[in-house]
């Protein structure tokens, strides 16, 4: 595995490679990263797995300062996973000058975790599309979990009407139905055990809904049982899954998103799921 960290440096590498498979990551790596390089593997040789903690989607200077970072660890992890190149740029060359966008992001983007965190999307969006216009991969690989960061890339793909094929990996989770995510390395043992709640709450929801409960009284159940569970509540919604609007009669394809913060961790999860008509 070659390491670079100049965009220079890297597109001599580009040259020579085909097909390329990008993953782009801000490291800390665990099972949900590496289930990314698994589904690469059975696409291309020439992955290039990016680390780079983009500050412009941050919302605070604490958080983005408190992000884990474990670099060496991460290479260690890589060296084993038949990853070709690890890009790990700084900042200055990802923003030489501006960290400018001219794609307009759809008013989806300003709900759910846009709606808590302005900006966010449009920085991930960013970074995304810096990463593309320097590598120019024919596919990239985004996981479920963030499912509304998936949805927003894949919009932003057929609107630029972008050649690259854009793969859906499924969540990892952990024993207790945790999906994994860097910032579970932020909770303490006890805030381990609660963060189970919103996983459990998700599949709770889902439940209800196939049992015929009416969805604004499963979403006010869950909503409730996290708040008595010490969860500072982001969010708790059904949307569609097609385009992340609000579902109406008839709509059968659903997802049902979460978010919310324990101490002063933020953590997100999701589960899609099909009920015959919206009740
Ligand atoms: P991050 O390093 O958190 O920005 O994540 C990099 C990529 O890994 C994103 O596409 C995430 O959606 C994906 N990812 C993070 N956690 C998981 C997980 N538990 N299972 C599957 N994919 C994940």
Not at 52 to 69: A, H
Not at 73 to 83: E, F, M, N
Not at 85 to 114: A, M
Not at 206 to 211: A, F
Request: some cysteine.
């Amino acid at each position: 595995m070659k390491i670079i960290k100049s965009p220079l440096d890297l597109k001599k590498h580009l040259k020579e490679l085909e097909n390329i498979f990008l993953i782009p990551t801000m490291g800390n790596l665990h099972e949900g990263h590496l289930s990314l390089i698994k589904e690469a593997k059975k696409i291309s040789d020439n992955i290039i797995l990016t680390i780079f903690v983009n500050p412009i989607q941050f919302n605070s200077n604490s958080d983005l300062e408190c992000y884990p970072r474990t670099l060496d660890l991460d290479i260690d992890l890589l060296k084993k996973t038949g990853v070709s190149i690890l890009f790990n740029p700084s900042v200055k060359d990802i923003y030489p000058t501006d960290s400018n966008l001219s794609y307009k992001l759809p008013i989806i983007s300003n709900q759910l975790c846009g709606k808590s965190r302005p900006g966010h999307f449009k920085g991930v969006v960013t970074i995304i599309d810096r990463l593309f216009k320097l590598i120019k991969p024919s596919y990239a690989i985004f996981g479920k979990k963030d499912y509304q960061q998936l949805f927003l890339i894949k919009k932003f793909v057929l609107d630029c009407r972008l050649p690259i094929k854009i793969i859906e990996a499924k969540t990892i989770r952990g024993n207790n139905s945790l999906a994994l995510s860097s910032r579970n390395n932020l909770l303490t043992d006890k805030e381990m055990v609660s963060a189970a709640a919103l996983h459990k709450q998700l599949k709770i929801c889902t439940e209800s809904i196939l049992n015929g409960a009416k969805i604004n009284d499963a979403e006010l159940e869950a909503q409730n049982s996290l708040i008595n569970a010490g969860w500072k509540l982001d969010y708790f919604e059904i949307r569609r899954q097609t385009d992340l609007k609000k579902p109406s009669y008839n709509d059968s394809k659903l997802v049902v998103l979460g978010a919310g913060f324990l101490a002063k961790v933020r953590l997100i999860d999701n589960i899609e799921f099909c009920i015959p008509t919206t009740i």
